[in-house]
Each structure stands twice: as C-alpha cells, then as structure tokens.
C-alpha cells in the first residue's frame, strides 16, 4: 500500500508541475461536473455514471464486487448569486435513491469551492430468493469540495458527512422503524475530469466511505455496530 | 526506499523528455510488455519461491487528449512451494504448489508527461492452482477481482513503435496479496486515422 | 502548496482503509481466585435462573436482564446492544463466586466481569438449594477492554421465567455453529471449537453446513471456495471440494488456527459433549446428500441409545438439492427440514418447515404447519426490533440467528 502511495503521490505532484507542456485551451466551465466552478444562471450541466463499491466481506461474505453495479445520473442547476441546485437519481436495479440539495460556488480563478447540502431518500424492494422486502429511508448530506482547473484536467476533491434521518422496512406483514445512529459516516472522494474524446468529457473517480450504513447493501440487513470502510471507483460521462 | 529510488530516476529522465505532438490523430496500439514479478504475500513457508515471469499484453484506443482505454490479459507467476518429507496427521508427504494468474482487465492510461503515461486497471485474475500431495494432484481454477496501477516510460524508435519499461503494482482481492512487477515495454501503434 | 493538497488527498484516500477488527481479550480472574473454590452442585443452578433488575450499571446492561444457566457457564442476557456475560463459577462458605467477560454481541465492546451473592443475599439459601428464596442479588463489577472490573454492577433478582417459556420447546438456534467468523468470538464458524461454546450464548440448537471432499469425506464448511473470510491463508485455493479430505486437512487452516472438521467429528462432539438438542445440518451441495442421511441416522439412534434428547434434522435449502432427497431410499423416514414451498414440505414429509425471515411472520401459514404436527423455524434472522417482533408476534418453534443472545433475552423475558 505504501509502495502505491509513494507513487501515486509522485507522479501526480509531477504531473501538475509540467502540465503546461499540453498548453491548449479547453472549456472546464461547461464541461466539469464535479469541479466546482461558478454556474451561470440556468447553465445545466449533466452526467451519467457507473459506480463499482467493494463492499465488506463482513457483511456480504464475498469479495465479489461486480454484483450491484450503481448508475447515476446526476444534474446541476445554475442560479444567481453562485447558487446552483443539483439533484440526482441512483440505482442498482432493486435500489433507488433519489438527491436533491442547494449548493454555493465560488471561483478564484481556476481555484473552486462548494458548500452545500443535499437531502436524499432511498427506497429498495426485493421479492426474489425468499424476500418480500420493502425499505425506505431518509439521509442528509452536507458536504464541501474543491478544485483546481489545470490546463487539461481538473482534480476535484469532494467530502460528505451522513447523517441518517429515518428509516423503514417491511417484511411480509411485519414492520418497523429502524434504529439507526443518527451521525452514520463521513466520505471523500477524488475526481479527475477530462476531455477523453473530441468534446467528450470524463471522471475517473475514487470514493472512499466509512459508513455505518451504506444504503445500497441494505438488503443484507447488516446488524453490526461499526463503520466500514468501502471504496468506489466511479466513471462518469458529462454532457 | 529502492523504488522510490527508482521513480525519481524515471521522472527525471522523463522531464528531460521528448516533445509532446499533440495532434488529432486517433490510434490503435498494442504494448507487449515482459519482466520479473516478485509476490509478496504473509504466508508463512520457508521454501515459497516468489519470484517469477510477468507478461502482459494490452490494446490500447488511444484518442487525441491524455486518457487512453483499453483491454489488458497476460501472465503473472505468484508463488511455488515444494517441500519434501512435510509431517501431518496423515503421516509424511511431499507438497508441492504453484500459483500463477492471468488478468482480463479494462485499462486507463493518462499521458502524464510526453514520455509518461500512469495507468489503472481493473477486472478479473483469473488463478490457476496446481500441485501435488499425498500422490493425489492439487489443481484448481478461481476468479479473483483485482486492480493495477503502473507507470511507464516509452522512447519512440519510429513513427509507431517504441520501447520502454513499466513498473506494475497488482493486487489480488481473493489473495489479499500484491506483486509488484519490472516489465520491458514495446509499443506498437498498429492503426491510426 | 499543490503538491501538499495532493499529498494530503492521497493520504486520506489510501490510509486508514481496511475493515479489520481487533477485539481484545479481557482479564478474567487473574489471581486464579476461582481455582480455590468449589464448583456449584448441579441441582442448585436453576434456582438462580430468572429475569432481574439491573440496580446498578444500566449504562452497560440496560435495566433488565436474564440469567440462565447452561453446560458448563452461568450466562446474563441483556437488552442493550445484545450485551451478554458468560460467567465461570465456584463457592466457598456460602458465598458464590463469578469471574467472566462481557461483550456486545453488534460489536467489539468487551471486558472482564465479576459477581458474587454474599451468604445472606441468596448464597446460603441458593446452596442449600431452596427454592422458594427469591431475592437473589448479585453484587458485582465491570471493567472495559483490559482494565480489571472496577465499575460497580449489581443484579437483583425479579420474578421467575413464565410458565409459558418453562414449559414451551422453543428453540434459540445458533447460525454456522454457534456465530459467524465476522463476529470476531474468537473461534471459527463451522468449528468444534465454536460448537463448544455456543450454549454460553444461550443455544439450544446450531445450524452447520455439510460439504463433501472429493475423496467422499463429508465436512463442514460454509462457502463453496477456500478465501480469507473463513480460513487463513493457504498455497491451495479454489474449489473446496475439489480437494481430498487428507490435503484439506494438512493444508487448510480455519480463521482462527482451527482444523476443518469432517462431519463425523463434529455430530459426536455434538452428542458427547454438549447438550444441544437441535441440529440443523445444512446441506451446502447436493452430494453429500446420502453421507449426510448416514451420518445423521447413526448419531440420532446413538441419541436415542444414549437417552440424550439430541435430533439432527437434514436440512434443504433449494430445488437441487431438494430433488436429490426424494431420490434417497425412504427419505419420508429421514427428519428433514426443508426451506421451500409448504407442499414440497408435505411431499417430503419434512419435519420442519424453514421459511425465511423476510417472508414476515406468516402466522397463518405457520399455523398450518404446526397443525400437521411439525415444527417451523425461521431464518436467519438478527435484527433486534424484528427478533421482539417474531417472539412477541410469530407462532415460529425456533429463530435461526447469529445472535442467540438477542434471541434468548426477549424469548426468557416474554410473559
């Protein structure tokens, strides 16, 4: 892991030193996603994504990590005075989760930030392989990011606490509220945004959560009282 | 502190670089890539040997910006095991085991630097198990997710070839062990347009 | 000042990112004071057992619990976080002696625990084996992680069991043996080990899982592959039971250093050495059908033999496997218990029916099974609101779970 750290870190730290040998002009402000530059009022911009989790053996006991892939589409909405709203939908097929949340940009050259917060509910239903489940929850996200546009890439950090709001679930005809901690995690992630492409942008993302509850597993009913930590890595069209 | 050693000396000898041609061509290319592998693992045996071949292949789709995409297999050895005279409660037996894997990967590269290129790569090892104890054979197959990131430097010898090296970190989810991997690259840009 | 941003990002990313856990192991009567006691006479246990107040220390057990004995440990169950204490015992001049550890069954929380019950607050009485005294008290403490027992902890006794749960035969059964490898309770799940200490979590009943070797040895063993999560690391790998029993044995280590056991070591460690009325012998793949049809038709006539109240019930999660049990020679003789429709039930004459938990409480259905004279347990089932809710409100004969200790105080506490 050090050894990957190591290189990592150095190879990055010489990539952003002689970037200006690609010298040529792209246009990040229409064409970022997760960097976070100022919005003109009504810009949209849009993605879709696919997202790999390597979930806890301790809690799915495999390492197979291939099962339930996560599509998003997310969008932003630009208002005036740097506001923007930005909303997205979520699924692995017996999962949905649905954002929506004001967020507020600000740009000092090609230096952005964001502060916002995003209010999510979610929604599973499994009735193969002996389930007759349904689930629903509530979370909010407030969350802070900051990027740096450089000339053909932008590097984008994002970091989210999670805090779980309510929760239920229905087996057969039985129901109840979950007892969820209300403080559920924190996570970060990592995004490089370029032209791949043409005009045709991409994220190459990493996340990293240390949740208590990651509400794409729910069907597993983890019982355990412990954060883990489950690692993305995300592909992401913009258009 | 020895590969580190060695990433400076390959970042320095890059900065001095060749110019980056930065046009609008659109390429094919194939990296053929042959080295040593060393495995490096937390199981306890004397006589595991950890040092072995590594090979892989990769086709590239390289567009015009810095990100390149592309399907990666090869070969990787990870470890053999052969002791004689082994005790158990089922009397003495020779053991023998070996492990080597093939990898069915998606791969991203990003030109770096003009000679540069990081990469990251994940998908499937798929493991080949054999060996022998008690006179029965040992042989089986398994899938392992996994994922690589590498470095590589090339120096272009013509128009579409070029020749370099790679250094390669891999790790195995079902193993949870790592190799780390010193390949001889050669890069052949079979198709442009 | 990139480049630190960068390092830092990097740092956080790729730090601190395993799910490892490390649970400790607590200081359980370091002075080896109860070596110097006598163990507690076997008649006099019971009279211990019942659900008390928790007068002192709410914060590590809530406000009730429930003390129950077992083979060979006296065991509290709690109604926070699944605690529970497994105690060791002994008197000396009438007074009774404790030294144990407690532990959250949803974590890793644990540490010593210690009680006695002075002369005058049941000790005299208990040994003299009245049982009309009812108001026991244990005066104890507690410690956390490695500290010795220093946090005050008192029990006072409550009322008794009801008749319904002395009386009832219901079974709290224990998953894999007694609990799951990513519990961290210190022995391996499908383990002999595990299975000797699963009544200390109040168990009656265990679920294992029957494989066979390639060598037609049957074992038991969860997952179709050797991996980390249930072994250490090995130089074989891949399909279990592509394996002779002989390179299983020499070259596969469970999780916590134990050996895979064959299934005849583990059904007569079963009936030798516990006192486990229920088995749940799952079967993990259709060829180990017949072995297991054997294996468990010899031990349950060694039960009978033995006059131990011991039943193996050969178990039947799906289609492939359910069809090759009606292939087997009088398989409506074998007790069987079967995961699938209520028909399939009754064609095979099973047992016991196992619907599984997410099908709700089904007490219609239930009822109907238990009309035609068999049992039904669900599976497998660990969540705390949803245990209360099947044992106040389910009909079932039996929870499967990975939390028995859950499981066994909202069973005993039931009025």
């Known amino acids: ?239 | 502190m020895q590969i580190l050693k060695i990433i400076i000396a390959t970042v320095a000898i890059s900065s001095i670089g060749i110019s980056q041609i930065d046009d609008k061509t659109y390429s094919l290319s194939t990296e053929l890539g042959v080295g040593y592998s060393r495995y490096f693992t937390t199981m306890d045996y004397d006589d595991l040997n950890q040092n072995g071949f590594s090979g892989t292949v990769k086709v590239m789709w390289n567009p015009e910006h810095l990100l390149s995409i592309g399907l990666e297999t090869g070969y990787q050895y990870l470890y053999s095991l052969d002791v004689s005279d082994y005790s158990t409660e089922f009397g003495n037996t020779n053991v023998k085991a070996s492990m080597y894997t093939v990898p069915v990967f998606i791969v991203f590269s990003m030109k770096v630097l003009p000679n540069i290129k990081l990469s990251a790569g994940s998908g499937v090892y798929l493991l080949f198990n054999s060996g022998e104890l008690f006179g029965d054979e040992l042989s089986s197959n398994q899938i392992s997710i996994g994922a690589h990131m590498g470095i590589s430097y090339t120096y272009p010898i013509n128009n579409s070839m070029a020749i370099g090296g790679e250094l390669l970190y891999s790790y195995f989810s079902k193993l949870q062990d790592q190799t780390v991997a010193i390949q001889f690259l050669f890069v052949y840009d079979f198709f442009r347009y | 000042m990139k480049k630190i941003l960068i390092l830092l990002v990097s740092l956080l990313l790729f730090y601190s990112c395993n799910n490892e856990v490390d649970v400790v192991t607590p200081v359980v009567d370091p002075s080896g004071f109860l070596d110097q006691t006598y163990p507690l006479p076997d008649n006099v246990k019971p009279i211990m057992e019942g659900v008390y107040e928790v007068t002192i220390g709410n914060d590590l057990l809530g406000d009730q619990v429930v003390v129950k004995w077992n083979r060979d440990r006296l065991s509290i169950f709690s109604g926070k976080n699944g605690g529970y204490i497994v105690l060791n015992s002994g008197y000396l001049d009438s007074v009774l002696f404790f030294f144990g550890y407690w532990r959250y069954s949803t974590n890793t929380e644990t540490g010593a625990a210690t009680f006695y019950i002075p002369a005058n607050e049941g000790g005299s009485e208990i040994l003299s084996g009245d049982t009309t005294f009812n108001t026991i008290k244990f005066i104890g403490n507690y410690g956390v992680g490695n500290e010795l027992a220093a946090n005050p902890l008192t029990l006072q006794y409550k009322r008794p069991f009801s008749q319904s749960v002395k009386q009832g035969n219901f079974d709290i059964l224990a998953h894999r043996g007694g609990g799951r490898n990513s519990d961290y309770l210190g022995v391996s799940e499908n383990s002999i080990e595990m299975i000797n200490i699963a009544e200390r979590f109040g168990t009656t009943g265990i679920e294992i899982d029957a494989r066979l070797s390639k060598d037609g040895v049957p074992f038991i063993y969860h997952d179709g592959d050797i991996n980390l999560r249930l072994t250490q690391k090995s130089i074989i790998w891949g399909d279990i039971e592509s394996f002779t029993w002989a390179q299983l044995r020499t070259l596969v280590t469970l999780r916590n250093g134990e050996k895979i056991p064959s299934l005849r070591e583990a059904l007569e460690f079963t009936l030798e050495e516990t006192n486990i009325k229920t088995v749940w012998l799952d079967t993990k793949d259709v060829d180990v059908v017949p072995a297991s049809i054997e294996l468990l038709t010899e031990i349950n006539e060694r039960a009978v033999n033995m006059g131990r109240n011991l039943k193996i019930y050969l178990g039947i999660p799906a289609e492939d496997v359910y069809d090759k049990f009606l292939e087997q020679p009088n398989y409506q003789d074998v007790p069987s218990l079967v995961e699938l429709s209520i028909d399939q039930v009754r064609e095979a004459n099973a047992l016991i029916w196992a619907p599984r938990w997410t099908q709700g409480t089904q007490s219609s259905t239930v009822q109907q099974m238990q009309a035609d004279g068999r049992k039904v347990f669900t599976w497998t089932l660990d969540d705390e609101n949803y245990i209360e809710q099947f044992i106040n409100e389910g009909q079932f004969d039996g929870i499967l779970t990975n939390y028995p200790t859950i499981v066994s105080y909202y069973h005993y506490i039931k009025q």
């Open chain 1, 1 to 239: 892991m050090k050894i990957f750290l190591l290189l990592f870190t150095i190879l990055f730290a010489q990539t952003f030193l002689l970037t200006p040998l690609f010298a040529q002009q792209l246009n990040f402000q229409e064409n970022t996603f997760f960097y976070p530059h100022t919005y003109e009022n009504r810009q949209i911009v849009s993605s879709l994504g696919i997202a790999l989790a390597k979930l806890p053996e301790d809690v799915v006991e495999t390492d197979d990590v291939f099962r339930a892939p996560l599509f998003s589409y997310r969008l932003k909405y630009g208002l005036p005075e740097n506001f923007l709203a930005e909303g997205s939908v979520e699924t692995n097929i017996v999962t949905f989760n649905f954002m929506l949340g004001p967020k507020w940009n600000y740009q000092f050259d090609k230096l952005g930030f964001s502060l916002g917060t995003d209010l999510s509910f979610y929604l599973g239903k499994l009735e193969q392989f002996g389930f007759d489940t349904k689930f629903n929850g509530w979370a909010l996200y407030p969350n802070i990011s900051a990027g740096y546009q450089f000339e053909k890439f932008t590097l984008s950090v994002k970091s989210e606490l999670v805090f779980n709001l309510a929760e239920q679930s229905k087996n057969g005809e039985s129901e109840i509220e979950n007892d969820l901690d209300f403080f559920n995690g924190w996570t970060i992630g990592m995004y490089l945004e370029q032209p791949f492409w043409g005009d045709n942008y991409v994220v190459l993302g990493v996340r990293s959560t240390f949740l208590k509850f990651y509400y794409p597993m729910w069907a597993a009913f983890s019982t355990f009282d412990r954060a883990f930590y489950i690692p993305e890595a995300t592909f992401t069209f913009i258009f």
